[in-house]
């Protein structure tokens, strides 16, 4: 078969099997299998397709997470490996990055803290956009900071990850930046996020608890829809100064950040 004709097969499956943007998945799968771009799929129809685009097909059309199949994405100005030991990056989330370096701006050398680094997104694309900052990522996740470590070293970023949990945040920092989980259940949302580690989903009061913990000039927290008015309140009866709350690309109201 060739891409001409995988093409609008792989989208009519995906959009069969309830994905939302089947078009885009058809092309980014059609990319991994050729080797190439999504727009570089239009440059290659003429291509033999081999088995390899229907295994990652299936596994999309289980709903497994796009990021999965694929085993990379995209943050920022980063690509990251990408697997079932901790969350996809999300666009989302590097609203957190730009607030946080937004406050280190004017500290040389800024400590900086990721709580729950996942696969490293926050912790390394800081590292990366601020090379003069010490960046230390804490998981409590053994698979998470494998990962993590997988990245870092692939993008040859210097970044410290150690297990550690919410106390890690009382160890005196410039910036603490956390994506915690704050999901209270999976009832009516996207199938793919049963593929995702339930522990770095599911869960609440984590951000009472870091706000608490957190010994720093700056806290920078991601929020989930609805959130942030009462994230924003913790803060304040924490006595943190300067709170504020920040929505991202798509609108919704995203980071709540504040000032010791």
Do not use: C
């Not at 490293?120 to 990962?147: C, F, H, I, N």
């Not at 470590?149 to 692939?154: D, I």
């Not at 999976?186 to 009061?205: F, K, S, T, V």
């Amino acid at each position: 078969m060739t891409a001409r004709e995988a093409l609008p097969e792989a989208e009519r499956r995906l959009a069969a099997a309830g994905v939302d943007t089947p078009r885009v998945d058809a092309e980014l799968l059609l990319a991994h299998v050729l080797g190439t771009t999504r727009s570089g799929v239009y440059a290659n129809l003429d291509r033999e397709v081999d088995g390899d685009l229907e295994r990652l097909l299936e596994r999309r059309e289980a709903r497994e997470p796009l990021a999965y199949v694929l085993g990379e994405w995209g943050f920022r100005r980063l690509t990251l490996k990408t697997d079932a030991r901790a969350l996809v990056p999300r666009p989302e989330s590097e609203t957190v990055v730009e607030r946080a370096l937004a406050l280190a701006a004017g500290i040389e050398e800024p400590r900086v803290l990721d709580v729950g680094v996942g696969s490293g997104a926050l912790a390394l694309a800081v590292k990366d956009e601020r090379p003069d900052a010490r960046v230390t990522g804490v998981d409590v996740s053994p698979g998470a900071l494998a990962l993590a470590r997988e990245n870092a070293a692939r993008l040859g970023l210097d970044v410290e990850l150690r297990e550690a949990g919410v106390e890690a945040a009382s160890e005196g920092w410039d910036v603490v930046v956390s994506n915690p989980p704050y999901v209270e259940s999976l009832d009516g949302l996207q199938p793919e996020l049963r593929y995702e580690p339930p522990a770095a989903l599911l869960g609440n009061g984590f951000h009472e608890a870091i706000a608490r913990a957190a010994r720093t000039r700056f806290l920078v927290l991601e929020v989930g829809d609805g959130q942030a008015p009462s994230v924003a309140a913790v803060l304040e009866r924490e006595g943190y100064a300067d709170v504020a709350i920040t929505r991202d690309l798509a609108g919704r109201e995203r980071v709540v950040e504040g000032r010791r």
